[in-house]
């Protein structure tokens, strides 16, 4: 299973997992109808040279964001914690690679990718961890390189909260400060935009979500 498995078994890592094995399918079918999320991808596509080198970070499903780089011809790597979520992206989107792994054991070679995306994938992490990542993965980019990062741009520290139906602990920041952390770690923000979406699920509620769009400097 590779040591970032067992780092997760030993609870390092394991309730975003757990969390998101429940959900499986589920989560896809939740947010299909994020117009947001839909536009993010597209401004991201305009963006590419074709055959570009995408990293996505915490790929779950596969869809939209992995299914949408591959279709247009990009090579994408997906890296997602949870096991239920990584096998289904590899079967619904087989012209990406899948790696079920915690991202923050991954490694990550310095200039690797041409765009990196992080699609919601933060919200599990401590806030901490949060900010190391980013600048993990913008050190990953190459110089120009293109980093998308989306939120819930909620200024909240370790609360415990119930997403569609399963029990996480949430840690974010609001959207300003959200957006400054990307500036430090080392990005030109080039575009954000910010929007209401009620997940399409019995126990979904309305969430604010905010979308960052910049490069690697």
Request: a negative charge; hydrophobic letters at 45%.
């Amino acid at each position: 299973m590779g040591d970032s498995q067992g780092r997760a078994a030993e609870g390092h890592g394991s309730p975003a997992a757990a969390v998101f094995d429940a959900l499986g399918a589920e989560y896809e079918r939740a947010f299909a109808a994020s117009a947001a999320h839909r536009e993010s991808l597209e401004r991201l596509l305009a963006g590419l040279a074709p055959g570009s080198r995408v990293l996505d970070v915490g790929s779950g499903t596969g869809r939209p964001t992995a299914q949408t780089l591959a279709d247009a011809g990009h090579r994408v790597l997906g890296v997602d914690v949870s096991p239920v979520m990584t096998a289904l992206a590899a079967r619904q989107v087989p012209g990406a690679e899948f790696r079920c792994a915690d991202i923050r054991d991954f490694p990550l070679a310095e200039g690797e990718f041409d765009a990196v995306c992080v699609y919601f994938s933060l919200l599990q992490l401590e806030r901490g961890e949060q900010t190391d990542l980013l600048e993990r993965l913008v050190r990953s980019l190459r110089p120009g390189g293109l980093l998308v990062a989306a939120t819930v741009p909620v200024d909240v520290a370790g609360v415990d909260a119930v997403f569609m139906g399963q029990p996480v602990r949430v840690s974010s920041f609001g959207a300003e400060e959200f957006t400054t952390l990307v500036v430090r770690a080392g990005v030109a923000v080039e575009w954000t935009h910010s929007a209401l979406f009620t997940p399409d699920h019995p126990a979904g509620e309305p969430e604010p979500h905010v979308f960052v769009h910049g490069r690697r400097i």
